[in-house]
């Protein structure tokens, strides 16, 4: 399996915001075996606070138990850091929530159950995109 060269030459870590703990778990597991620096949360305004004192390149939201919540707290990240990337990750049986966070702009939408490796690519883009505003940013 490839790792994530691109994660070794860059100071950005991702945020996951999750309210299922096993799901959070899991995922920071597996995130951190290919190389990506990992935050996590269940907690809004933990995640707040965390993009605002570290240098977040993404951020990876899980609608499925937040859900209206996930969505104003992806309101927040796109107010108050407009250029971290966000991929969301929710069930089936609310595909509103998916519809309502890419109208507000995610880069991604990952319905559960999802492909891993699929997930990793997104998170790649997310860390290429985040360089690119990074860049125009500054």
Do not use: W
Not at 47 to 53: F, N
Not at 86 to 96: H, M
Request: glycine residues 8%; proline residues 1%.
């Amino acid at each position: 399996q490839r790792h994530f060269e691109l994660m070794e030459t860059m100071a950005h870590y991702i945020l996951l915001i999750e309210s299922d703990n096993s799901l959070r778990s899991a995922l920071a597991q597996h995130l951190r075996q290919e190389g990506v620096r990992v935050y996590e949360t269940d907690q809004a305004e933990e995640a707040v606070a965390t993009l605002g004192r570290f240098q977040v390149g993404s951020v990876l939201l899980g609608l499925k138990e937040l859900k209206r919540s996930g969505i104003n707290l992806l309101r927040t990240i796109r107010e108050q850091f407009p250029n971290v990337n966000v991929i969301t990750i929710n069930s089936g049986e609310r595909l509103d929530l998916s519809i309502e966070a890419m109208r507000l702009g995610v880069l991604d939408d990952f319905m559960i159950p999802f492909d891993i490796e699929e997930l990793i690519a997104g998170i790649r883009r997310a860390f290429s995109g985040s360089d690119q505003n990074g860049e125009s940013a500054s």
